[in-house]
């Protein structure tokens, strides 16, 4: 099974900070990797998908990028409701989620 | 639009087995490519992607769960069932039916979610 580790496991940052989450696959992965927030008592929603086609509605200041095994999510200018947790998920065989960041008010 | 919601006990006591729906609307699971698939979160802790059906009856399970698991599909109600046998106060999470389509292999639509708790 493919293995998913991102880093940090948690964040401090503030409103208008640049923020930058990794997400590292156990064994090469192309480009099948996705991105998704989550926030208290709701369900995870996709921000990414394909290491880094914006699915509709999301704001441009997500991105993503990477290939084979490192992966990036950059938010840049972070907003007040961009506080919450952030998964990676691999799809390249099955689908397998990191272990999550928490992105926090510092 | 497409919406899905989850259906089941919210409380089940260890052994036994639970078993969950998952009503959907907005899309056909005949069509090529899409798939109707579970992930589950304990309090607090990351998400874990469980089981997933294809339009073509082809199924996927996670390979650490795969003895216990067991997902079917009614494409006439837009239904899938997901089964979870011998479960376990680990299995305390809040189970999540998800959609995916041939064009994007994501999970791009969620239901909101059920909370199962598992003690005797």
């Known amino acids: 099974d493919i293995q998913m580790t991102q880093s940090p496991s948690s964040l401090s940052a503030s409103v208008g900070d640049s923020v930058t989450i990794t997400c590292r696959a156990s064994?090469?992965?192309?480009?099948?990797l996705n991105w998704y927030q989550q926030k208290p008592g709701k369900a995870p929603k996709l921000l990414i998908y394909?290491?880094?086609s914006l699915q509709s509605g999301v704001p441009s200041r997500f991105s993503g990028s990477g290939s084979g095994t490192d992966f990036t999510l950059t938010i840049n200018s972070l907003q007040p409701e961009d506080f919450a947790t952030y998964y990676c998920?691999?799809?390249?065989?099955?689908?397998?989620f990191g272990q999550g960041t928490k992105v926090e008010v510092k | 639009q497409i919406t899905l919601k989850e259906s089941g006990p919210t409380l089940v006591k260890p052994t036994q087995t639970l078993t969950l729906t998952c009503m959907f609307s907005?899309?056909?699971?005949?069509?090529?490519?899409?798939?109707v698939g579970w992930v589950r979160q304990p309090p607090g802790k990351a998400l874990e992607w469980l089981a997933l059906?294809?339009?073509?009856?082809?199924?996927r399970y996670s390979s650490s769960l795969k003895s216990r698991l067991t997902i079917t599909k009614d494409t006439s109600k837009n239904q899938v069932v997901l089964s979870m046998a011998n479960m376990d106060p680990m299995d305390t999470a809040t189970y999540y039916c998800?959609?995916?389509?041939?064009?994007?292999?994501?999970?791009?639509?969620w239901g909101q979610g059920t909370m199962v708790t598992v003690s005797s």
């Open positions: 998800v959609h995916r389509r041939l064009e994007l292999d994501a999970f791009e639509n």
């Open positions: 907005g899309f056909s699971l005949d069509t090529r490519g899409v798939g």
């Open positions: 059906i294809y339009w073509d009856d082809d199924k």
């Open positions: 064994q090469t992965i192309a480009v099948y």
């Open positions: 394909a290491t880094s």
């Open positions: 998920q691999q799809t390249y065989s099955a689908w397998t």
